[in-house]
């Protein structure tokens, strides 16, 4: 099958990790304040997620908030999280195109009406199985570790689990990503070289992608690019 634009053969990565950085700067440069930047990079969220989808990308993720976020001037966080609300209710357009939507974080500091519209989202699109859109909400991949090992240590003092059986499988089996592949490839767009504490698990044997086109910017043709990239990059998985 040729995928899109890409040449027949190309390795499309199975999961694509984004970061979409830049949104500030973008709005920056235009002398508008940072939420234009924002509303423009959810934007590029919406159309970048349905080209994952015709390139074959089997599952998608977004750092769209993360924990460290909340440092943010209030009427930022506010804004990105009316952005949130917003979304929330066009993904629905996603189910119509049979895309299972998830979300990692923890969710218990985010707003009662966002948890809701979150569950009934993931609840409604999880028999679909074209793509699985996953968004990063209050996410840390230190927090999301922790996380796991609270779950488990929480069985060992319940006198289910051994301590001496916990292994590297148990605390991915923990994680929020449980049933969720490891990233094969991380796009950073802005110019920063950085993880920024995302998926540190997952995406420990991830190919990075990085440009400087700023997020709003970010195009279709832009992840194609990404994508032949990865296709011709040699993964050895610690092997030779
Ligand atoms: C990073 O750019 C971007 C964020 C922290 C927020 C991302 C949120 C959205 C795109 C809003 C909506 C998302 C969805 C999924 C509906 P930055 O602000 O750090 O940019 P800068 O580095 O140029 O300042």
Known sequence: MVKANLPEGTRVPCHVGVIMDGNGRWAKKRGLPRKFGHREGAKTFREITRHAKRLGISYITYYAFSTENWK???DEVDAIMELFEKYLDEVRDFIEENIRVRF???RSKLSESLQRKMASVEEDSKNFDSMT???AIN????DEIAHSCRVLAGKVRRGELEPDD??????????YTEEIPPVDLVIRPSGEQRLSNFMIWQAAYAEFYYT???WPDFKGSDLEAAVLDYSERNRRFGGI
Request: charge should be negative; proline fraction near 4%.
């Open 72 to 74: 943010r001037p209030q």
């Open 104 to 106: 990692i974080g923890d």
């Open 133 to 135: 859109l996953v968004l």
């Open 139 to 142: 996410y840390g991949g230190r």
């Open 166 to 175: 916990i292994d590297t499988e148990l605390i991915e089996r923990n994680l």
């Open 212 to 214: 400087n086109i700023l």
